[in-house]
């Protein structure tokens, strides 16, 4: 089997476990971290570990593995596929090793392994899609007159704009617990006046600005990737903020103001 051959493949097979894993998640079983981690999960599960590592464990294969695999490339050092690379490391490399240890965590709170190791599997894979189609001549990777593209530079527009919403709604939730605190309250101001979760609109807005920008089916599908994971987690959040919260905003959504 070619290289590209192998890309196709995988490309489609992520594709159609977009569609599982939204139907697994929105109606069969709640990603068991954070606020839907009651303790008391089934066994394979797996063993807990401590959740500011797992942060860690599930995201450097999204900044290590794709830096190497881009690198791998012929067309590494050309100048929009560099671009692109600093965009997905922006992102990346903050979230693997700044933001798990900027979150305020209860004491001895941990996250089931399964999660974790799933995560690094399915992470890889995205980060081989998407670091492969900027620099792998085998795959055809063509981004020689890319910078005077205005799709380029529409999606890094597209892809700032998701990245200030996401990590200012993820200060904001931060500042909510102060020194010492480790329960829940309701965030409120700015978007979240409207969605239960603006950070995963961010986050769904930087992936979307990076399809556009690398204008590839790599980047259309880590889109619905993203959905997929976001869309049913951002419901249940919003589900368990009604439930737990009497006061809660009755006109608030969970992801799409006004609409879901």
């Not at 695999?69 to 100048?79: S, V």
């Not at 889109?223 to 419901?235: D, F, G, I, Q």
């Not at 368990?240 to 609409?259: M, N, Q």
């Amino acid at each position: 089997m070619t290289i590209a051959a192998f890309y196709n493949d995988l490309l489609l097979a992520y594709a159609i476990m977009s569609v599982l894993v939204f139907v697994v998640l929105q109606w069969i079983v709640k990603a068991a971290y954070g606020r839907h981690n009651d303790g008391n999960l089934a066994w394979w599960w797996g063993p807990g570990i401590p959740t500011r590592w797992s942060w860690v464990i599930m995201e450097a294969p999204s900044s290590i593995g794709f830096a190497v695999i881009f690198f791998m490339g012929e067309h590494a050092l050309t100048p929009a596929p560099l671009l692109l690379f600093a965009l997905w490391q922006l992102h990346y490399f903050h979230r693997s090793f700044i933001y798990p240890f900027k979150r305020k965590l209860k004491p001895g709170d941990k996250t089931p392994l399964l999660i974790p190791a799933l995560a690094v599997l399915t992470n890889l894979g995205i980060a081989f899609l998407n670091a492969a189609i900027l620099s792998w001549s085998e795959l055809g990777a063509d981004y020689g007159q890319w910078l005077v593209d205005p799709r380029l530079w529409l999606g890094v527009l597209i892809f700032a704009l998701g990245f200030w919403v996401n990590r200012r709604a993820d200060a904001m939730l931060a500042a909510l617990r102060k020194p010492g605190e480790s329960g829940y309250k309701i965030p409120r101001g700015w978007l979240y006046n409207y969605i239960s979760c603006p950070n995963y609109f961010g986050e769904i807005l930087i992936w979307t600005g990076w399809a556009i920008a690398s204008w590839s089916l790599a980047g259309a599908v880590f889109v619905l990737w993203t959905v997929a994971n976001l869309l049913p987690r951002a419901l249940s959040n919003h589900r368990w903020y009604r439930e737990t919260f009497e006061e809660y905003p009755a006109k608030r959504r969970a992801l799409i103001p006004g609409l879901l």
